[in-house]
């Protein structure tokens, strides 16, 4: 397939969470590439919801999938430059590969600290906001409740026709969890899960970015939702991602883990304190790539930025 090709060049967005197809579309391709001796060039770009923080279950041996390879978590705080030094090297792909690095990025920033345009990395991640919450409520497309497809909002509206939002929002608000807002809403999907349907749910709103948790959350809303209506919450049924033999649910938390979690009704926080040991270790396992800081750096400024300048992206 590549007989014809001298290098391959990869620049796409990504948005920060394990379960985006295109990170592991990009372990794929540096795959082929080593297997036929070719380079691999991957251009750098920010990761929207910045690289300061890492969050929920690292996936686990058993559960890879094309929505997950490597052992990695859901919020992984890393560009996807980053990631493929980190899959060419810790996971052993092996290719030629270099990362083209971007000019005044740190891993504080948001993506519209950059002065970059957001253009839809897909049709379901249609903004910034989307790509916060991503992380926790990516884990809705395992069970039977909407995830917000065919809404303008999804993955931030989140509900079912057998929910009673004001209810939901108190079950949550218990919760007291950080940076976010829960708004009892009705919605009505107009394709997806239970489209023509009128759904009662939540629109999660985060009023500060930097304390809020989406894995937290969207583990969270599962519990209340499922605490709550525990004989009309459903699991998802297979096939999910080419993963036949799995739940949906499992394959995207990396682990069956979670699940049993939610089905217990364990505590928040001990599920939390489950995912400590795991996370430190990638922690140090990625800090040998990673490409950018935290402290100021000359910035390259855009034409029309204005004094404070913009990250400019990878310098090609």
Known sequence: MLAEVDVLILDLQDVGTRVYTYIWTMALC??????????????????????AHVEGPVLRKGFESFVGMFPIPLRHGMTIGELARLFNEAFGIGCRLRVIPMEGWRRDLWYDHTGLLWVPPSPNMPTLETATVYPGTVLVEGTMLSEGRGTTRPFEIIGAPFIDPDRLVAELRAYRLP????????????????????????????????????????V?????????????????P???????????????????????????????????????????????????????????????????????????????
């Not at 070719?38 to 919801?49: C, G, K, Q, S, W």
């Not at 940076?179 to 919605?187: A, D, E, K, L, S």
């Open 30 to 51: 540096m795959k082929a590439a080593a297997r036929e001796d070719r380079e691999m060039i991957v251009l750098d770009r920010p990761n929207p919801i910045g690289g």
């Open 179 to 218: 940076g976010v807002f829960f708004r009892p809403c009705y919605f009505q999907p107009t394709f997806h899960k239970h489209a023509g349907q009128l759904c009662g749910g939540v629109q999660i709103h985060v009023l500060n970015r930097d304390r809020f948790r989406p894995v937290l959350t969207g």
């Open 220 to 236: 969270a809303l599962l519990k209340a939702i499922h605490r709550l209506y525990p004989d009309q919450f459903a699991w998802r």
């Open 238 to 316: 297979p096939p999910y991602e080419y993963v036949f033999d799995r739940l949906p649910f499992d394959v995207l938390a990396g682990t069956d883990q979670l699940r049993q979690q939610i089905l217990q009704d364990r505590p928040l926080r001990e599920i939390v304190e489950s995912w400590r040991a795991d996370l430190e270790r990638f922690r140090e396992l990625r800090r040998a790539y990673l490409m950018y800081g935290t402290a100021p750096r000359r910035f390259t400024f855009l034409r029309g930025a204005g004094p404070r300048g913009r990250c400019s992206g990878p310098r090609r």
